[in-house]
């Protein structure tokens, strides 16, 4: 849907709403990530950054509410780029750890996608003077942030030495 860009407010509702469905489609896509990995060290990751999401999801329904607005979902294509290449390793036979490392690597495109997002939600509420929202942007960077560097180091620690 084309809505009018005329300001900084409207480019923060447009990426606000991009967001909002790129979580939803992580919602959705994470528990098949969680089936697919062999490694309890890479499920229970995966399973606790499931719970992250939720709770940045309800995050979201706040800034919403701060914004006097219903949360409303804009179809993310980069998400859905994303978690497309990532459902290809779920099809995918072989050593699982070769696997773990590709759903790791998978993640981290995900975070570094959220990263981004976040970033730039929580500077464009600076601006504007909603520091109550950037707060909460910031918190949730923080967790995209803290998600990515733990997929790292379980990466580096084990998964990749096994794969390779």
């Avoid at 980069?78 to 290449?85: E, F, T």
């Avoid at 910031?138 to 379980?154: A, P, S, Y």
Wanted: proline share 2%.
């Amino acid at each position: 849907m084309e809505h009018p860009l005329n300001s900084l407010h409207d480019l923060f509702v447009m990426e606000l709403k991009d967001i909002y469905d790129a979580e939803k489609q992580i919602i959705m896509a994470l528990p098949k990530m969680i089936e697919a990995t062999s490694a309890p060290t890479v499920r229970s990751k995966f399973e606790q950054h499931l719970k992250t999401t939720e709770q940045q999801v309800e995050r979201l329904h706040e800034v919403f509410r701060k914004l006097d607005m219903e949360p409303e979902r804009e179809h993310c294509d980069g998400m859905a780029g994303i978690l497309k290449d990532g459902e290809k390793i779920l099809e995918m036979k072989g050593d699982s750890a070769a696997i773990d490392a590709a759903l790791i690597a998978a993640a981290q495109k995900v975070e570094h996608y959220e990263i981004s997002s976040y970033g730039t939600l929580r500077t464009f509420a600076q601006i504007m003077g909603h520091h109550e929202i950037a707060r909460l942007l910031e918190t949730t960077l923080g967790e995209e942030k803290t998600t990515d560097k733990m997929l790292t180091e379980v990466a580096e620690r084990s998964i990749n030495k096994k794969a390779a």
